[in-house]
């Protein structure tokens, strides 16, 4: 039972051979949790469940791809790494060069970022730099560098990220057997691009014997593939998928198509209600863009989309959840009410329980 | 594959039958990293793995226990669970409670405790009330009202956390083997009792030939056990540690003794300097709090305690890594220094990385 990390369970499926040198934080092989209160909740029109991916080890799904990242750009005897980011792709990949013994450098924006976010790229060793200017810059710095110099990009312009990210998409066939519907945040949209080439690999190799339908949802305030344009200053405080113009676009249109899903956007106000209950319902804490997911597949079961879905059986919905809650604490905080104060009696803390005398064992 | 959670997977171990509700979030299971970096950095002196318990569901090995002391609860026809904690207990059961459908009250003393310690049993619904007195005070009340009312006590009072928590001594033995010796913080010492009892029993099972040496770690200026009395005013900012009069005392020293190893303490600057190491050489991050383990491990080997142990082969010791480091993330913004500014161009950053023209491809 002892989980080896994605490359070597998926090796067969990943662009390694006996000879690449395999930088692991054995991520992968998340819990996959069914969820019955919020399947109830959706009046019992799906089968739900949460495929948590906050739990690989940086607390996000970038792990995955990062993992084969790293490992290659060893392989190809790169001594250092970059990427322009603001949270969890710095952190997993300064994590996993760390790992390889690699130098790794992040590039961000000035005075775009606090500190928290990058709290865990620095405490993993990585060089930070804040540029002189915006994400875009940053980005293209990043571009240049790595075409000029033998330093290995790792944004997710590099296909290994795709490749280590599919494997939760096998996970899944793995663990439960293929959904019928796949829900899931978009925000670069590479994910669902890899999930996607995750679901047809394993059709291909008769693995599986139908594929899901892919169902994205966006922030309202970023969502260029649902409004077909280029937001130029996108807005939610789902900050993971606050993306005004997606690396993968194309990509996960086709996505789309070809599975017969959607692309839908949710408001702030439906993500955060989406988080809470997947906390309060399920005990799941999950970074709020990972509860757009969730936010998606309510509003679709409030138009009666999977009751019109549905052929003679309550379909299947497996909600990808790709980060952990304790990436954004301040969100938390600000969503929680500050404890009550009351005196150091028993009788005091059993009133405010809502309990009496007449409760006594 | 598909792990189960630690109850199914080990349910003959565990005080569960098949009428138990299961009350679970896929916790356990958690990976076992082989740290060849720290092993050379320690002189080869051991054979160093480390066991990443902050990748448990709520991100502390506090979930191992709690999905039994919660079913225990369910199937006992509880309604409520309490619990007198700061951290890492109050936000596994709420988590847990969530799970189950049940209240959770969580009693914590006034003023002592920051927002964002409580964020997680907040945002799992748990009612968190501030006590007007200290946090010997709130644990009083939670024991008076758990005897007097319906309530169950999911303090580490309560066995069943015990039971759960031994599952983590199964799964190094299932992964890995039987180590040499095995590291670990010490704070209220029922996790160190809970490890041993789960070697012993495999031991008795006839799954194992052999036991470990349990080495527990206590920070300075919170080490009664090491120092043989209470700790009126404990202090450390290893704060899942700080504590000044282990519940667990006497079975934690009967597990010292009985298994040959010992319990020492080590000061903050040594935690913290294994907490930056796990980061830097390993990429992992826990909380302070678990890298007291290493920082013994350091201590140690510095007065050659493990080539004095070897017995013609280099020792394996496993570190248990209790926490996330995402739970304490002030410690790590407080650790790192602030992003260098440079301004947007390739040249500026190619030279802050330490490379120049003559570097490129």
Known sequence: MLWPGVIRHYKEFLPVTGKT???????????????????NYLDGTVNLYLKYEGLNPTGSFKDRGMTVAISKALEEGCKAVICASTGNTSASAAAYAAQAGMKCVVLIPQGAIALGKLAQALIHGAQVLAVKGNFD????????????????????????????????????????????????????????????????????????????????????GAAPIVEEKIIENPETMATAIRIGNPASWRKAEATRDESGGLIDKVTDEEILEAYKLLAEFEGVFVEPASAASLAGVIKLQKTQFFRRAASGRVPTVVCILTGHGLK??????????????????????????????????
Chains 1, 2 share one sequence.
């Open 137 to 220: 810059q940053a980005l293209t710095l990043v571009r240049e560098i790595t075409e000029k110099y033998p330093i290995t990009l790792v944004n997710s312009l590099n296909p290994n990220r795709i490749e280590g990210q599919k494997t939760a998409a096998f996970e899944i066939c793995d663990h439960l057997e293929v959904p019928d519907f796949q829900a899931m945040p978009v925000g670069n949209a590479g994910n669902i691009t890899a999930y996607w080439k995750g679901y047809q690999e394993y059709f291909h190799k008769g693995k599986i014997r139908n594929l899901p339908k892919m169902l994205g949802f966006q922030a309202s």
């Open 328 to 361: 954004d604490p301040d969100r938390a905080i600000q969503t929680v009410k500050e404890p009550k104060l009351v005196s150091a009696r028993v009788e005091a803390v059993i009133e405010e329980i809502g309990m009496s005398n007449k409760d006594k064992r």
């Open 21 to 39: 040198p395999i930088i692991t934080l054995k991520e992968g092989n998340t819990p996959l949790i069914q969820a019955e209160k919020l399947s």
